[in-house]
């Protein structure tokens, strides 16, 4: 009898823990286990809201040099990486005739200004003959007066001063024409000059050789690089932001900038330029970032890696970005609150790339709030905080 009872008891006691590990694994492992979230609180300080971006090392100022009419280049003086000062030649452009056209010009510059000279003797003769004429033609009308000579006598000489006066008036403007002679064969020695000087293409600026695109004896049309120069004052980083980010970008912003061939050195510099034309195909926005002070040995064409400090807030409530959820079209969160959750709408700031998000209203300081779950959490949903969401049984 006594094994008897001692079986029963023993059976009860097994289906007493069997029931007891049902409800377990129900309310713990099961559709009724609460959903294990882990949580974090409203934190109120600074945030610092920054953007990054990837752009290119590049020179705001640089300068093709080429010819303005189809030539052959005659040589090259500088080499890919030479240091040029202003008014520097580089390259020179074959001549061709324009050095017979100068000779020929100066012979002419010449020529006229001997022709001048003879004009302006001619003109002196021509002048001297008046004032006699005229002198004479005056006494002659003074005899006719005291009756000594004839009135035809007096129109005779009276011809004469009018022809002389015609002459010199004709030899001065053989003196002008003379004159115009020799400025237009100077302007046409100026001209050739100009042309002559185009073709010893100088730099414009103290710079760097960043490109030699021909060699001696190439044939080049015009507007054509034989060589370019860069301002290694004007470099400057080209960047690309993300549109979405780039609302907050502006001039003067300060900004870290890290080069690829140096990556653990960060460069500061500051926001000079946003382009108010993006890219439409890969919604970016060109933002331009000049250096505080030009990295050593940093090249045109390196890959840069910016971060623009668009924001400092000195005193922000906040909370993980990875908090914030977007339920039926509206930002919120799950708020915990007696070991459940329910849905709280907030209204967002700015995020940070540390991952912080700014909440302007909907929370206050110390709230709790979920920030990852295992499971889509619904309002009421009872929780469980752990330290980590372990997923797939690691």
Known sequence: MNARVRRNVALVAAGIAIVMALAWLVTNQGPLAPAKVTVARVERGALVATTFGIGTV?????????????SRVLRVLVDQGDSVKAGQVVAE????DLDDRMASGALAVERAASAIQAAEAQLAEAQSRARVATASARRYGELRGQGFVSQEAVDTKMHEANAARAAAEAAAAQVAAARRDRERAQAEVAGTAKLRAQLRLASPVDGIVSARLVEPGTTIVAGQAVVQVIDPASLWVRARVDQGQSGGVRVGQPVEIVLRSDPKTVHRGDVQRVDWVSDAVTEERIVNVGFASRPEGVSVG?????????????????????????????DGVWRVSGG?????PVTVGTTTLDGRSQILAGLDDGEAVVVH?????????????VPAIVRGGS
């Open 58 to 70: 590049e020179a705001r100022r640089a300068y093709a040099l080429g010819p303005t009419a189809a």
């Open 93 to 96: 452009l074959d001549p061709v």
């Open 302 to 330: 390196e890959l840069v890696e910016v971060t623009i400090r668009v924001a400092e807030l000195a005193d922000a409530r906040s909370v993980p970005a990875a908090a914030v959820k977007r339920v039926d079209r509206q």
């Open 340 to 344: 459940r959750v329910a849905f709280q």
């Open 373 to 385: 779950s295992e499971q889509t959490l619904l309002p009421d949903t009872k929780i469980k905080v």
